[in-house]
């Protein structure tokens, strides 16, 4: 008998004796809420998942007999108990926890603790739940749910991130603190519980009550069950509750109800301390089951729960009359983060990094299957960190002091640099050997495009040798364009790399002498209209800049006579202090036959260096800012454009966001959202309202932009204003780290591209080609190495509104295939047909965390699918070698 099959039918023997025909089932979930590094710091909570477990464990063992909606469940909320549990037990002990998470008398979700998500690139939340991946696949587990308590704000393409990984069901419970979303409206939610869905269609079974007026240890807040007994009576008799405790337009409320969450914020409310498990006063003891027993009536069933039964017995029940709800709330605890902004950034900079290095990676292991395993370790580490760095509490206003949470918070982006460098050196110089040369003496370097389609653009090779030379593609026999240029102390050579294949690479080599290839620079740069700016321009786009390093004018030559550029605010593009073009002489710092870079150093608003380069024949305008000493306030990068009623698009975490509310034809919740900040991730789009001219802005470091005057309680579409934030506490000094933890030098990236109408994928392809530059590598194979020696593609994708995402060997090892996981960003449903140079055996899909859903057909070596619109999926795919 399965636990379902066993749960069941003791709920029917317990059931039996009741008066009422179908009696209210009222579900009870304990849990300790986790508030690691407020509370208490790691290591106390480490050793307290394991004493909280063990203890659960026992009380389990001790109530196996009673019925089963009386006897004991714990609910985990995050799988870093499960992960802390096994490396701190012993085998043994950790194969009784596994049985009791089979039974389901213990409980977790996919995601690794209490996180914030609306700064988190979409990889950094999938590799967060890896570990319950592997959980599943290694010991025959399924984990469905997925949380997201305390803070005020969800994003909406959370929906499909979770969905996609193997969830079907969340709870929230927020905190009403902190928060400048009123009370008075958490406290009148328009669903108590719906289903929770995502532009793709994709959804999770979402219980998210009202706060009630006790605030978060009652209903709706993320201790609800915090009185167990109360929960009850409120759940069974709040009149005001019920009224919205039901499906539109019926007139009774809801049969199958639920409270989740014990633990609020002290390990022990008596001493704020952790509990001491023996002690006779013990909160989580003889409590839950009890509860349930005493509180069961003729009328209504009390069940200790572990969630998921809640959620089992109310879509079975109630599913079909569930209203649907797919809007986002947009950001509030999230933007903490940006408290550390440079920190923060260094960790987005590694997920980005992961693509290529994990794309090198697939490309060796293809040759070499072990290239992988002595780094799972590091691996699984670096995703854990990955799942803890956005934890929810940012606020930093807890026990535990600020200079103890940043260290906590520098220690994770160490660790995940640490992970995701070496992989990415490692597969550089193992695919370099993996291809082909034919002596020792010649130099060629690889090129590799870790993107799915096939791209040109600047490439930069680490160089010190002869400068009388020319380099070769040899895929065409032709000499390309080359310079030298100099970057953060180190020498490159740079080269312009021409239609460089898809997951894949192309081989240069260079050549003494003189070569054929154009040797004009590829930008002019000429004096403006006035002493404090300068022109410069190439074949696509032609700017004025001031010394301060903002952009006076932008002009994009496919409508040359249409002023992009603007002043508002006195804020002008790449701003970063208003009515102000206080710098230096503009420094033409480096001109070539691929790229010419100018240099502002300034004062304005705190000291700064900003370097805007373009690229031959590139509509590309790049801009690296560098601010160069501390600051304690709030800083932007505003961005001004004159684009009449703009429309602005952005990715947000899992989907792509029109940045109105619902009830103007977007995707933000009229009412219960913070509408200040939005997630920037790839890129942000602002395009005039007729749809004819519009610039993508893409941003490398920074996770957050404004639009215009936009505030807490209200959005601005009328102004034509990104205001990207450079850093800062932005709810005031009692909440994030202050003075950005000392820091004093933040390195933040833009890419800006002038374009007529908004088209979703030429902006997520923008944006993916300018975080993910090309990777170089120098060749150090023989005549006998088994790669192309001119040019390689391992996989290409028919549909170009289908974009390749990750592309990674599988967790489980390259003998269980190679990982793709790709994102239609088209309106359709595409019929997608995947190709690889190696043909492929075999393809299954796969949750996002690469836990086998099911087999797909292969077609003479190629996969052919049904992909959604605006839906994201992983495949598991099976070469013939």
């Known amino acids: 008998m399965n636990k379902l099959t066993f749960i069941a039918a003791s709920l029917a023997i317990a059931l039996a004796p009741l008066a009422s025909a179908e009696p209210k089932r009222i579900y009870l979930a304990n849990d300790d809420h986790t508030d690691y590094m407020w509370t208490a710091d790691a290591e106390t909570y480490n ?52 049985a009791r998470l089979k039974s389901g008398h213990i409980s977790a979700p996919l995601n690794t603790l209490v996180s914030c998500y609306g700064a988190q690139p979409v990889e950094a939340v999938l590799r967060g739940m890896y570990y319950a991946g592997r959980l599943e696949r290694r010991h025959d587990l399924r984990f469905e749910l997925a949380t997201a308590n305390e803070n005020q704000t969800l994003p909406l393409g959370l929906a499909s991130l979770w969905a996609g990984a193997g969830a079907k069901y969340s709870w929230r419970g927020v905190c009403g603190c902190a928060s400048q979303i009123p009370n008075a409206v958490l406290n009148q939610r328009p669903h108590e519980i719906y289903w929770y869905a995502g532009p793709d269609d994709q959804r999770v079974l979402m219980k998210w009550h009202s706060l009630a007026p006790g605030g978060n240890r009652g209903s709706g807040g993320y201790a609800e069950a915090f009185d167990p007994a109360a929960a009850v009576r409120f ?27 014990f633990g609020w914020d002290a390990l022990d409310r008596k001493t704020g301390q952790p509990y001491a498990p023996n002690a006779k006063d013990y909160p989580l003891a003889e409590h839950f089951h009890v509860v349930a027993e005493r509180e069961t009536t003729s009328e209504r069933q009390v069940i200790v729960s572990n969630q998921e039964d809640f959620f089992r017995d109310f879509e079975a029940k109630h599913g079909a009359q569930l209203p649907s709800q797919s809007v986002t709330f947009g950001n509030e605890w999230d933007l903490y983060s940006a408290s550390m902004a440079e920190t923060s ?93 034919p002596d020792a003496k010649t130099q060629r370097f690889f090129v ?149 870079t100018l240099k502002c150093t300034s004062n304005a608003g705190r000291s700064h260096v900003t370097r805007i380069t373009l690229h031959r024949d590139s509509d590309r305008v790049e801009i690296r800012d560098e601010i160069t000493e501390n600051f304690a306030d709030v800083r932007h990068w505003a961005f001004s454009f004159n684009l009449a009623s703009p429309d602005v698009h952005t990715e947000e975490v899992g989907a792509i966001i029109r940045a109105k509310t619902k009830s103007q034809g977007g995707d933000y919740a009229d009412t219960h959202a913070r509408y200040d900040y939005l997630t920037l991730n790839h890129f942000a789009d602002i395009t005039d309202g007729a749809n004819t001219r519009g610039v993508t802005l893409s941003s490398s470091d920074c996770a957050f932009v404004k639009l215009g005057r936009s505030t807490p309680a209200a959005l601005d579409t009328a102004t034509a204003q990104l205001n990207v934030l450079a850093g800062g506490q932005v709810d005031g000094p009692k909440l994030g780290i202050p003075a950005q933890n000392g820091e004093t030098h933040f390195l933040q990236r833009f890419g800006l591209r002038a374009h007529g109408g908004y088209d979703t994928v030429a902006a997520m392809k923008f944006g993916l080609e300018f975080q993910n530059p090309f990777v170089t590598g120098a060749i150090i194979g023989n005549t006998n190495s088994p790669y192309a020696a001119t040019n390689y593609s391992l996989l290409n994708i028919s549909d170009p509104s289908v974009l390749l995402w990750a592309l ?69 795919l099976l070469p013939n070698n």
């Open 47 to 98: 050793a307290v998942f394991v004493d909280l477990l063990d203890f659960h464990l026992r009380l389990t063992d001790e109530t196996t007999n009673n019925p089963a909606p009386y006897q004991n469940r714990f609910n985990a909320d995050g799988s870093y108990w499960l992960w802390q549990y096994e490396r701190q037990k012993s085998p043994a002990d950790f194969a009784r926890l596994i």
């Open 235 to 261: 759940l069974d008799a709040d009149a005001g509750f019920l009224s919205r405790y039901r499906a539109p337009g019926a007139a009774k409320p809801y049969t199958v109800r639920g409270a989740f969450g």
């Open 345 to 437: 950034a260094r960790v987005r900079r590694a997920v980005e990094k992961l693509r290529a290095a994990e794309a090198m990676a697939t490309l060796v292991c293809l040759r070499k299957p072990d290239f992988m395993r002595p780094r799972e370790a590091a691996r699984d580490e670096a995703f854990m960190n990955l799942g803890l760095y956005w934890e929810h509490n940012w606020t930093a206003d807890g026990p535990i002091s600020r200079d103890a949470r940043a260290a906590w918070q520098e220690r994770l982006a160490a660790g995940i640099e640490r992970y995701v460098d070496a992989l990415h050196a490692d597969g550089e110089t193992q695919l370099g050997a993996l291809i082909p040369k």
């Open 448 to 596: 590799c495009n870790p993107l799915g389609w096939a791209r040109t653009d600047s490439a930069d090779f680490a160089y010190n040798g002869d400068r009388n030379i020319h380099v070769r593609d040899l895929s065409t026999g032709l000499d390309v364009p080359h310079q030298f240029v100099n970057s953060a102390g180190l020498k490159f050579l740079r080269v312009l790399a021409s239609d460089v294949p898809a997951t894949g690479y192309k081989v240069f080599q260079i050549v003494k002498g003189a070569g054929t290839a154009p040797t004009n620079a590829a930008a002019i740069v000429g004096t403006g209209k006035t002493i404090l700016d300068t022109t410069f321009e190439n074949t696509r786009v032609k700017l004025a800049v001031d010394p301060d390093g903002a952009i006076a004018s932008l002009i994009d030559k496919a409508q040359p006579d249409h002023e992009l550029a603007a002043v508002i605010g006195g804020l002008k593009s790449n701003d970063f202090a208003a009515n102000s073009t206080d710098g230096n002489s503009i420094e033409v710092e480096n001109s070539g036959p691929v790229s010419v």
């Open 808 to 876: 990674k060997p599988h967790d489980d090892g390259i003998t269980n295939g190679i990982v793709a996981r790709v994102w239609n960003l088209g309106t359709n449903a595409s019929n997608l047909r995947v190709t690889s140079t190696v043909p492929l055996a075999s393809a299954r899909r796969v949750t996002h965390i690469e836990t086998s859903l099911e087999p797909l057909p292969v077609k003479s070596g190629a996969l052919e699918t049904s992909l959604p619109a605006q839906r994201l999926e992983s495949f598991s």
